[in-house]
Antibody, heavy 115, light 107 residues
Framework: QVQLVQSGAEVKKPGSSVKVACKTSGGDFSRHAISWVRQAPGQGLEWMGRIIPYLGKGNAVQRFQGRVSITADDSTTTAYMELSSLRFDDTAVYYC????????WGQGTLVTVSS | DIQLTQSPSSLSASVGDRVTITCRASQSMNNYINWYQQKPGKAPKLLIYVASSLQSGVPSRFSGSGSGTDFTLTISSLQPDDSATYYCQQSFSGPWTFGQGTRVEIK
């Protein structure tokens, strides 16, 4: 049974960066696509991008390009999503999830951007 | 990008009712549509994948159907635990996209 456990909540200032971790266990880390999905307060789900660890390079939705970096560390079976130049509207819960139909999901990481 | 439009945006139904949620895609998707249930404060949960395959452990009252651009999630007999928001998602063509969600309330 694959499990995804994410790092804890963050409070960041506008213009700074945040890096969220997603530790996987119980599966073949390198072969599955790991996606990042975010949800702003009271809003719907937004897919941000993904990485297939054995291929190495992550890709992101165009509107995040230049601001988001998705990486993976095979040695620790952990994926990362780093978002830079944070804005107030980046306040959201960030989820990692597995596969093309997303299952399972991490528990979510609340990132609050506040001055 | 493929746009997904769900209808209705919200609905209220009684326990035991049959509930249908529709997801319409902006282009044909070869059945690569998936459905999720999300309860407040929780991560989404996969219900149906590739239009009609029931995810392991999901009650059989949930079913999916459709093809081309029009897809449906059906709850055959609504239960109190089904109060949630439901999302469709396409995995046919990148970037993956979600519908805007349908909130289901119990009368």
């Amino acid at each position: 049974q694959v499990q995804l456990v994410q790092s804890g909540a963050e409070v960041k200032k506008p213009g700074s960066s945040v890096k969220v971790a997603c530790k996987t266990s119980g599966g073949d880390f390198s072969r599955h696509a790991i996606s990042w999905v975010r949800q702003a307060p009271g809003q719907g789900l937004e897919w941000m991008g993904r990485i297939i660890p054995y291929l190495g390079k992550g890709n992101a939705v165009q509107r995040f390009q230049g601001r988001v970096s998705i990486t993976a560390d095979d040695s620790t079976t952990t994926a990362y999503m780093e978002l830079s130049s944070l804005r107030f509207d980046d306040t959201a819960v960030y989820y990692c999830t597995l596969g093309n139909w997303f299952d399972p999901w991490g528990q979510g990481t609340l990132v609050t951007v506040s001055s | 990008d493929i746009q997904l439009t769900q209808s209705p945006s919200s609905l209220s139904a009684s326990v035991g009712d049959r509930v249908t949620i529709t997801c319409r895609a902006s282009q044909s998707m070869n059945n690569y549509i998936n459905w999720y249930q999300q309860k407040p404060g929780k991560a989404p949960k996969l219900l149906i994948y590739v239009a009609s395959s029931l995810q392991s452990g999901v009650p059989s009252r949930f079913s999916g159907s459709g093809s081309g651009t029009d897809f449906t999630l059906t709850i055959s007999s609504l239960q109190p635990d089904d109060s949630a928001t439901y999302y469709c998602q396409q995995s046919f063509s990148g970037p993956w996209t979600f519908g805007q969600g349908t909130r289901v309330e119990i009368k």
